[in-house]
């Protein structure tokens, strides 16, 4: 999935290297310490997610997603 002209979303800080986020992994974000999104797709630093309540998409950095 790719969207031209997209801004990056880096806030930064860099993912730690064990951290190795592939499609269909459950994930949080941020502070949240519950794993709430599934990764639909990872392009680049980037990262489609999907929440699992209510189904949404959207797109965010690597960065913000930690898994456990």
């Given at each position: ?31 949240n ?25 959207g797109?965010t ?8």
């Amino acid at each position: 999935m790719t969207h031209r002209g997209q801004r990056d979303f880096s806030d930064g800080r860099d993912r730690p290297s064990n951290d190795d986020i592939r499609p269909g992994d459950r994930v949080c974000t941020g502070a949240n310490v519950h794993a709430n999104h599934e990764v639909i797709a990872v392009y680049g630093d980037k990262a489609w997610i999907r929440d699992l309540k209510s189904g949404c998409d959207g797109l965010t950095s690597l960065s913000r997603c930690h898994k456990f």
